[in-house]
């Protein structure tokens, strides 16, 4: 039974981290521009790209999957973060391990509108921008026990870095990472009663633009 319990926050707790959602600091600014801090503003779609692998934890045991993509767009200026698409998967997989089992993960209630990046003149904790998804939900159904289902949604708390931030979560890549740490989701209505309440979720993730229609590449750059 615990393992059943394990493997089911693994799979929705993880695809949550995708979310990359972030109590915003002060938009007033917030310019996000191409290649570097004096590049031209950037408005259009992105990419965030796992980094490593997600681990999650709770009371009960953690977990991890290694496969992780989503797409969306964003002006310029922060405003108008909308995710269109996002995946979690493992691989081997696709399902992530965890609890003895696997899980199968998919995403409810798209697109998740509302988001924002916003530009952290305070440098909070070293990062250089909080970022926020609102409105994300997922699904997850365990293998074990003729399939659990569990739904979890809310916000992930996330940091971001510039590509020439020292103290980004992978230096080795200078590309815009934002990165999530200790942050928690909660179980939504319609899951089933062996569902952990919250689980904590920690993972980074590589950001870029748009360089021509499907293809991603541009680096991207924070200013305020």
């Known amino acids: 039974m615990v393992r059943t319990r394990q493997a089911l ?8 981290a995708v979310a990359l959602a972030a109590t915003p600091a002060s938009a007033a600014g ?16 992105v990419r965030a790209s796992l980094l490593g692998t997600a681990s999650v934890t709770t009371s009960l045991g953690s977990g991890t999957c290694n ?4 797409d969306g767009s964003v002006n310029s200026d922060g405003t108008g973060l909308t995710i269109t698409s996002a995946s979690f998967t493992n691989d081997p997989g696709p399902a992530c391990p965890g609890g003895g089992g696997t899980v199968a993960v998919t995403t409810e209630a798209l ?25 994300f939900k997922v ?15 809310g916000s992930l708390t996330a940091s971001g870095y510039n590509p020439d931030n020292p103290n980004r979560p992978d230096p080795k890549v200078a590309e815009a990472q ?3 740490d200790g942050a928690k989701v909660a179980k939504q209505s319609g899951s089933n009663f062996l569902c952990p309440g919250d689980a904590t979720v920690t993972s980074a993730y590589r950001l870029q ?3 021509s229609p499907g293809t991603f590449g541009q680096t991207l750059y924070i200013t305020g």
């Open 9 to 16: 926050t693994l799979g929705a707790a993880a695809l949550a």
């Open 178 to 180: 934002v990165k999530v």
């Open 30 to 45: 917030t310019v996000i521009h191409k290649g570097g801090p004096t590049g031209d503003p950037y408005t259009g779609k």
């Open 111 to 135: 697109p998740w509108s509302g988001g924002s990046v916003a530009y952290d003149s305070s440098h909070t904790g070293d990062r250089d921008a909080a970022v926020t998804i609102a409105g």
């Open 67 to 70: 496969r992780s993509t989503m």
């Open 139 to 153: 699904k997850a159904v365990a293998s074990v026990l003729g399939g659990i289902t569990c739904y979890y949604g």
């Open 209 to 211: 633009g748009e360089t």
